[in-house]
């Protein structure tokens, strides 16, 4: 079992940013990746962005390319989303996620809101 805690998320106007910290605790010495998924209302959850735990090699969905960066602190268990250049279709509830020997997991955490107005 691996719990998550994700924060950073807030309301902020386009073409801002905003800085997000999801920190695993529990199962994580086997972790492979993490990852920020995110839902908007009435939407299934997709993927945004993750990071290989091993190599750092970072992943984007196309439109988090060149405006997201993902990275972590191996340390700390935690991995950071920094969104910048926000649109308000970024309007969602981010989520993290670890997978285990490069599969997605199911555990989550409780989410983090962002809000993007124009």
């Known amino acids: 079992q691996v719990r998550l805690v994700e924060s950073g998320g807030g309301l902020v106007q386009a073409g801002g940013s905003l800085r997000l910290s999801c920190a695993a605790s529990?199962?994580?010495?086997?972790?492979?990746?993490m990852g920020w998924f995110r839902q908007k209302p009435g939407k299934e959850r997709v993927f945004v962005a993750s990071i290989n735990w091993g190599s750092d090699i970072p992943d984007y969905t196309d439109s988090a390319k060149g405006r997201f960066t993902i990275s972590r602190d191996s340390d700390k268990n935690t991995v950071y989303l920094q969104m910048s250049s926000l649109k308000p279709e970024d309007t969602a509830v981010y989520y993290c996620?670890?997978?285990?020997?490069?599969?997605?997991?199911?555990?989550w955490g409780q989410g983090t809101q962002v809000t993007v107005s124009s």
């Open positions: 996620r670890v997978a285990y020997a490069s599969v997605w997991s199911n555990f």
């Open positions: 529990g199962r994580t010495s086997s972790m492979t990746h």
